[in-house]
């Protein structure tokens, strides 16, 4: 492979920047650019070791750093690797990544380093795949399951699962290829109690997707409502400051206001809307057809209600568009004297919470009733946890296959036939880890990374 570099540290002013260089060519080429104060170069130093000196592009000066060396195979990527460190500036970095590439290293691509380290064995897809999870941690519970999955812990998991029906595999074909020799017949209660075991742990591993979806990246969450409820005052609760305009004049919101912000132990890409009404006032109006869309796509809905005034047909109009969603029914300016009918709207969205925006009372109810709808309340972020739509799929299918496999055992379908369906699920467990990924997978995996990791 060619010797890469890049910046891997933040674009912007800071203590220190790192240029990490990795490859065959990565002493030699941190050699050539860097002079430690010692005297003794780069190429002789052991593996994490430490030298100090000054950085040239050429013959001209650029800083005073810190190189680190890794000699292969121990370092990240698996490759020799050298860590430039010098001051933080902006320019100053960009300078020292210019003089690696200009001594002969390749700017690296998105994710190359940790794709490297997979490549070289240093970790499976699963654990490639929670490096950016670690990053990209927004609070304590996605670190503790991103920590989980880098440690390997979903990877053993699907290695456990795979090599139990390897087993089963190896023994149909041995008896379907050797007929006349003398191995024994095939316990099929086993093969069953063996089948049901795997179904068991995919089903549970799936089942837990959405929780840990809601922990690590996310759930998109519409605030919506007829006009005048209390959205953006719901909105502004949220996200603790005035994100949204607060006005007692109907259509004030007509756009689609977005926040990010943590609740609870969950994160919620908040979207308030425009209240939903017929109207004829063209801009309100387009306002409204994307509040109907965002509630369409949403992973959680926060319908909220005017607790004060008594239920209308425009408010049984919206009823009607949040059942059989995940949704929340928000009676909000409890504050006041309720005349909504609760249960009326209760019997089409079964969770509901009294709530006062204006007093932040019930607030806490709110955000017990989002963990306890998304499956985060009792989460535990130790266990093996499917991070992201590829490993879901992989999953289902593997699970689809046993199932299929259980059917056409249970039918007396012919053993050959049987484990088709098993090499099915092996095939997917073994894409999920990487170990028969092909190279369009990975490409997309490492995709997502940034430059530098």
């Given at each position: 492979?060619?010797?890469?570099?890049?910046?891997?540290?933040?674009?912007?002013?800071?203590?220190?920047?790192?240029?990490?260089?990795?490859?065959?060519?990565?002493?030699?080429?941190?050699?050539?650019?860097?002079?430690?104060?010692?005297?003794?170069?780069?190429?002789?130093?052991?593996?994490?070791?430490?030298?100090?000196?000054?950085v040239?592009?050429?013959?001209?000066?650029?800083?005073?750093?810190?190189?680190?060396?890794?000699?292969?195979?121990?370092?990240?990527?698996?490759?020799?690797?050298?860590?430039?460190?010098?001051?933080?500036?902006?320019?100053?970095?960009?300078?020292?990544?210019?003089?690696?590439?200009?001594?002969?290293?390749?700017?690296?691509?998105?994710?190359?380093?940790?794709?490297?380290?997979?490549?070289?064995?240093?970790?499976?897809?699963?654990?490639?795949?929670?490096?950016?999870?670690?990053?990209?941690a927004?609070?304590?519970?996605?670190?503790?399951?991103?920590?989980?999955?880098?440690?390997?812990?979903?990877?053993?998991?699907?290695?456990?699962?795979a090599?139990?029906?390897?087993?089963?595999?190896?023994?149909?074909?041995?008896?379907?290829?050797?007929?006349?020799?003398?191995?024994?017949?095939?316990?099929?209660?086993?093969?069953?109690?063996?089948?049901?075991?795997?179904k068991?742990?995919?089903?549970e591993?799936?089942?837990?997707?959405?929780?840990?979806?809601?922990?690590?990246?996310?759930?998109?969450?519409?605030?919506?409502?007829?006009?005048?409820?209390?959205?953006?005052?719901?909105?502004?609760?949220?996200?603790?400051?005035?994100?949204?305009?607060?006005?007692?004049?109907?259509?004030?919101?007509?756009?689609?206001?977005?926040?990010?912000?943590?609740?609870?132990?969950?994160?919620?890409?908040?979207?308030?809307?425009a209240?939903?009404?017929?109207?004829?006032?063209?801009?309100?109006?387009?306002?409204v057809?994307?509040?109907v869309?965002?509630?369409?796509?949403?992973?959680?809905?926060?319908?909220?209600?005017?607790?004060s005034?008594?239920?209308?047909?425009?408010?049984?109009?919206?009823?009607?568009?949040?059942?059989?969603?995940?949704?929340?029914?928000?009676?909000?300016?409890?504050?006041?004297?309720?005349?909504?009918?609760?249960?009326?709207?209760?019997?089409?969205?079964?969770?509901?919470v009294?709530?006062?925006?204006?007093?932040?009372?019930?607030?806490?109810?709110?955000?017990?009733?989002?963990?306890?709808?998304?499956?985060?309340?009792?989460?535990?972020?130790?266990?093996?946890?499917?991070?992201?739509?590829?490993?879901?799929?992989?999953?289902?299918?593997?699970?689809?296959?046993?199932?299929e496999?259980?059917?056409a055992?249970?039918?007396?379908?012919?053993?050959?036939?049987?484990?088709?369906?098993?090499?099915?699920?092996?095939?997917?467990?073994?894409?999920?880890?990487?170990?028969?990924?092909?190279?369009?997978?990975?490409?997309?995996?490492?995709?997502?990374?940034?430059?530098?990791?």
């Amino acid at each position: 492979m060619n010797t890469i570099a890049a910046i891997a540290t933040p674009l912007a002013t800071a203590g220190i920047g790192v240029i990490r260089i990795s490859g065959e060519a990565a002493i030699e080429i941190a050699d050539s650019i860097f002079k430690p104060h010692s005297g003794k170069c780069l190429t002789k130093m052991k593996g994490y070791t430490a030298a100090y000196g000054d950085v040239f592009d050429g013959d001209e000066k650029l800083d005073d750093a810190v190189a680190l060396v890794f000699r292969a195979p121990r370092s990240y990527t698996g490759e020799d690797v050298v860590e430039i460190s010098c001051h933080g500036g902006i320019y100053v970095v960009q300078r020292v990544l210019r003089a690696a590439l200009n001594a002969g290293a390749e700017p690296a691509e998105p994710g190359e380093f940790t794709k490297r380290a997979f490549l070289n064995g240093k970790m499976d897809l699963t654990a490639a795949e929670a490096v950016m999870s670690v990053v990209s941690a927004h609070g304590e519970q996605a670190l503790s399951a991103a920590r989980t999955a880098l440690e390997g812990a979903l990877g053993r998991k699907i290695n456990e699962i795979a090599e139990s029906l390897i087993k089963i595999s190896a023994g149909f074909a041995v008896w379907t290829d050797y007929p006349e020799e003398d191995i024994p017949e095939i316990d099929f209660d086993k093969v069953d109690a063996a089948l049901e075991e795997a179904k068991e742990s995919l089903s549970e591993l799936l089942s837990g997707f959405e929780a840990g979806q809601a922990i690590t990246e996310g759930v998109n969450t519409v605030i919506c409502g007829v006009p005048n409820v209390g959205k953006s005052s719901l909105m502004n609760l949220l996200c603790g400051r005035e994100r949204s305009i607060v006005t007692d004049i109907p259509g004030t919101t007509r756009d689609v206001v977005e926040e990010t912000v943590k609740v609870g132990k969950v994160l919620l890409r908040l979207a308030d809307t425009a209240g939903v009404r017929n109207t004829e006032d063209t801009v309100e109006n387009i306002g409204v057809r994307l509040a109907v869309k965002k509630m369409e796509s949403a992973g959680l809905i926060l319908a909220v209600f005017d607790g004060s005034k008594p239920i209308k047909d425009t408010d049984r109009e919206f009823i009607a568009a949040c059942e059989g969603k995940r949704a929340i029914a928000v009676i909000n300016k409890t504050d006041l004297e309720i005349k909504a009918d609760i249960d009326e709207i209760n019997r089409s969205i079964p969770e509901v919470v009294l709530l006062s925006c204006k007093t932040g009372k019930g607030v806490d109810e709110l955000i017990g009733t989002i963990e306890r709808v998304l499956g985060t309340e009792n989460i535990d972020t130790s266990a093996p946890m499917l991070a992201n739509e590829r490993q879901r799929s992989c999953c289902q299918k593997a699970l689809d296959a046993l199932i299929e496999a259980s059917d056409a055992l249970n039918m007396g379908v012919t053993s050959d036939a049987v484990n088709v369906c098993i090499d099915s699920a092996i095939n997917s467990l073994l894409v999920l880890t990487g170990k028969k990924a092909s190279e369009a997978v990975v490409d997309e995996v490492f995709r997502s990374f940034c430059v530098g990791k």
